[in-house]
């Protein structure tokens, strides 16, 4: 939960300074997110319970993991980010 709270804050704020620039924000806010989720979930359900080194591995390869996913499925959220957004300006409640 707290990594979802912090990417959709990264995300608003990658977006005032790197509109353009989609990809980049999307991706960055995910590895922080999932990487604060990770790390909270794995040590709170893991630590104590398993090797160090192997909870390390098990966050590192989470994040890698969930960030994979968001990459493949980057080009159905463009879409549907640029649907919203046609159907937004096209809206009679779009303040332009």
């Given amino acids: 939960m707290l990594g979802n709270i ?10 005032e300074k790197y509109n353009n620039l989609l990809f980049v924000r999307v991706i ?3 590895i922080i997110g999932e990487t ?3 790390v ?3 040590s709170i ?3 104590g319970v398993l090797p160090n080194e192997l909870v390390v591995t098990m966050i590192c390869c989470q994040i890698v993991f969930k960030v994979l996913y968001e990459l493949i ?3 159905v959220t ?3 980010i640029l649907k919203i957004r046609t159907l937004d300006e096209g809206s009679l409640f779009s303040q332009n």
Avoid: G
């Fill in 6 to 15: 912090l990417n959709s804050q990264v995300l608003v704020k990658l977006k």
């Fill in 28 to 30: 960055l806010s995910t």
């Fill in 36 to 38: 604060v989720d990770s």
């Fill in 40 to 42: 909270i979930f794995i």
């Fill in 45 to 47: 359900s893991f630590y």
């Fill in 73 to 75: 499925f980057y080009p």
């Fill in 78 to 80: 463009r879409k549907v």
